[in-house]
């Protein structure tokens, strides 16, 4: 079974400045994706970034990128430079061969950008 | 990526009555699942909709409930059946193509009355 744990319900960060937002997960497969959605308030699931868990080096898009610890099954989230739009909340998923590929979500983070 | 159109947006319906969602990818897809968001919660996943059979339901949710269709590798459909207020949620389906690859479509916001 995965299982995918977020502790911050919500944060809060200065635009312009970074944030991170937690994740830890647990698994027995060897082999599974970590990945990273933003949800703005009209509901859709916006893809922000993946790790595999075989990945070498810790992934990046643009102003995200994936803080990945392997030891410590974490992948935090890091926003650079925040932005008023990335109010939003951010939701960790796994999934593995084992899952067929389904999607385990945690519960969530809300982040709120303040001017 | 994947180009994914859900419909409808969003509906308001009476209860004891059926909404069916339709789910579009503009490329054949290996894996299409259908999640459900109730208000304030994570997504949690109905079911696996498999091409040409009768799709995969999670505990908690059965086919009578949440008929599902999948004609083809680009197409699927989700019927919510005799409505109630609980059924109230963002209904959203995903697609899947190899290991990295995994989004979603718009999403359906329905709320019952």
């Known amino acids: 079974a995965q299982k995918i744990t977020q502790t911050q319900p919500g944060m809060f960060v200065q635009e312009k400045e970074a944030v991170t937002l937690d994740c830890t997960y647990d698994t027995s497969d060897p082999s599974y994706g970590l990945f990273w959605y933003k949800q703005p308030s009209s509901g859709e699931m916006i893809f922000l970034i993946y790790?595999?868990?075989?990945?070498?080096q810790n992934a990046t898009e643009g102003r995200y990128s994936l803080n990945f610890q392997k030891a410590r099954k974490s992948a935090n989230l890091v926003i650079s430079a925040s932005q008023l739009g990335d109010s939003a909340m951010y939701f960790c998923a796994m999934n593995s061969g084992g899952s067929n590929y389904k999607l385990t979500f945690g519960k969530g983070t809300l982040l709120t950008v303040n001017p | 990526s994947a180009v994914i159109s859900q419909k409808p947006s969003r509906d308001i319906c009476q209860r004891g009555t059926s909404l069916t969602i339709q789910c579009q990818v503009d490329?054949?897809?290996?894996?299409m699942f259908w999640y459900r968001q109730q208000p304030g919660q994570s997504l949690t996943l109905i079911a696996t909709?498999?091409?040409?059979?009768?799709?995969?339901?999670e505990s908690g949710f059965v086919i009578d409930k949440f008929p599902i269709s999948r004609p083809n590798l680009t197409f699927s459909t989700l019927t919510v059946s005799n409505m109630s207020p609980e059924d109230s949620s963002i209904y959203l389906c995903s697609v899947v193509r190899g290991w990295q690859e995994a989004f979603f479509g718009q999403g359906t916001r329905l709320t019952v009355v």
């Open positions: 490329s054949q897809v290996t894996m």
């Open positions: 909709a498999n091409q040409g059979s009768e799709a995969t339901y």
């Open positions: 790790q595999g868990s075989y990945d070498q």
